[in-house]
């Protein structure tokens, strides 16, 4: 799907605008009964592509500021940039076998080498470089809409700086933000290390949400920045 034409990715997404548009989501109005929880890079790619869908081509989405009106965005190990080391560590973690294990990462680093080298050459933005800027248009995504980047230390395909510098981008434009950061767990593996803390962190958002509070964050750079409700590491 990653390297499908947006418009052919737009078609997939015709069955869950029709489920959206039954639920009543998709009409102009101030219920947001929406949780959005995006999983890894394709979670944030699939969610934007969605939205774009909506915008284009339902009528209602047009008399509404933001295609989805949710209440509350869950940003589970995302969102990501491209990266050839840690792309080929993360795709052949899984396979056992040695020899099986060196032949993929010669095929996964292949295909990661000429999609980097094509978006240098061409200049053109790349599709994480696109699904980060749409996470943060707010005719896509409300800028109301509270959100949680959970991520972690030991995640070995996303990096800990993208996360924190998108997460800074979206509070300086107003959106209210929390960082839940693990220390131990894998990608999209928080919720099994620590299912307690993980759906109280969904919980809250979703709370706050509703009730309208404000995560303030300490005036610091993103190494820096610290969850607004203090959690032992995992």
Not at 71 to 95: H, Q
Not at 126 to 148: C, G, I, K, N, Y
Not at 168 to 179: C, D, E, S, T, Y
Request: hydrophobic residues 40%.
């Amino acid at each position: 799907m990653f390297w499908q034409a947006e418009n052919v990715q737009i078609e997939y997404f015709q069955p869950a605008m029709k489920l959206l548009r039954d639920c009543g989501i998709i009409y102009p109005s101030n219920d947001d009964r929406l949780l959005i929880h995006a999983f890894s890079n394709g979670g944030c790619v699939k969610l934007t592509t969605l939205a774009k869908a909506i915008r284009r081509h339902d009528p209602f989405a047009l008399k509404q500021s933001s295609a989805l009106q949710a209440r509350a965005v869950i940003m589970d190990s995302c969102p990501g940039k491209i990266g050839l080391f840690r792309g080929i560590r993360a795709f052949s973690a899984a396979i056992r076998n040695r020899l099986l294990r060196y032949l993929a990462k010669c095929i996964i680093g292949s295909i990661l080498i000429f999609a980097v080298a094509y978006y240098r050459i061409t200049r053109l933005p790349d599709l994480f470089e696109v699904m980060q800027r749409d996470l943060l248009d707010p005719t896509l995504l409300p800028f109301t809409s509270h959100r949680a980047y959970i991520y972690s230390n030991n995640d070995a395909l996303i990096a800990v700086p993208v996360v924190e510098a998108h997460a800074q981008v979206a509070r300086n434009k107003g959106i209210p933000v929390r960082l839940e950061k693990y220390e131990r767990t894998t990608h999209v593996g928080h919720m099994r290390a620590n299912s307690v803390r993980y759906w109280d962190i969904v919980r809250d958002t979703w709370e706050d949400g509703k009730y309208g509070k404000s995560l303030e964050w300490p005036d610091k750079g993103p190494k820096d920045l610290q969850s607004p409700k203090v959690r032992a590491p995992l």
